[in-house]
T-cell receptor, first 111, second 114 residues
Framework: TQLLEQSPQFLSIQEGENLTVYCNSSSVFSSLQWYRQEPGEGPVLLVTVVTGGEVKKLKRLTFQFGDARKDSSLHITAAQPGDTGLYLCAGLETSYDKVIFGPGTSLSVIP | DTEVTQTPKHLVMGMTNKKSLKCEQHMGHRAMYWYKQKAKKPPELMFVYSYEKLSINESVPSRFSPECPNSSLLNLHLHALQPEDSALYLC?????????????FGPGTRLTVL
């Protein structure tokens, strides 16, 4: 079974700080997604990365897919309170054809 | 229309009740999913429907019964639930199962079993 690990598990920072969240696996994924989920709501898709070494930018968010397609990172510049939420990475499990989720990083941005 | 809708938003039921959760999407997606999510945990896959046929059942107890009446609708019938079944139930859809794994989630139904 392919597993996804995320770090850190919890992160509390001041508004304006930068942060990086990591998603790692010992297995290769054909693609990875990042989602953000606010309390009581469903996850919202932020980005999909497919190519090893790929970097995608979404305003203040930068996503990177590792060269070996085993890991990914999410970097947020100048965090804002609206960035608060649970950040989930998810990968397509190539052997079993289903998406698996990492445990998530709970981010709190304090004004 | 690029959203997945779920009803009801909140549901409180007793252990002897029968209730149903409903999910709808009009994006032409042919794969639909039910997930269960506990607080501070990632979503856990329960069922996958592909082209209105059940493709995956993740060993879910029979007190949860999914139904896909057509390509836009997905139901989850609940009967004789236990208090530990209280959770956020999420519906999601994707263009196709296996090939396109970008999933679009509904807002969820917050279920409380008394």
């Amino acid at each position: 079974t392919q597993l996804l690990e995320q770090s850190p598990q919890f992160l509390s920072i001041q508004e304006g700080e930068n942060l990086t969240v990591y998603c790692n696996s010992s297995s290769v994924f054909s693609s990875l997604q990042w989602y953000r989920q606010e309390p009581g709501e469903g996850p919202v898709l932020l980005v999909t990365v497919v190519t090893g070494g790929e970097v995608k930018k979404l305003k203040r968010l930068t996503f990177q897919f590792g060269d070996a397609r085993k890991d990914s990172s999410l970097h947020i510049t100048a965090a804002q309170p609206g960035d608060t939420g649970l950040y989930l990475c998810a990968g397509l499990e190539t052997s079993y054809d289903k998406v698996i989720f990492g445990p998530g990083t709970s981010l709190s941005v304090i004004p | 229309d690029t959203e997945v809708t779920q009803t009801p938003k909140h549901l409180v039921m007793g252990m002897t009740n029968k209730k149903s959760l409903k999910c709808e999407q009009h994006m032409g997606h042919r794969a639909m999913y039910w997930y269960k999510q506990k607080a501070k945990k990632p979503p856990e896959l329960m069922f996958v429907y592909s082209y209105e046929k059940l493709s995956i059942n993740e060993s879910v107890p029979s007190r949860f019964s999914p139904e896909c009446p057509n390509s836009s609708l997905l139901n989850l019938h609940l009967h004789a639930l236990q208090p530990e079944d209280s959770a956020l139930y999420l519906c999601a859809s994707s263009l196709e199962f296996r090939l396109y794994n970008e999933q679009f989630f509904g807002p969820g139904t917050r279920l409380t079993v008394l």
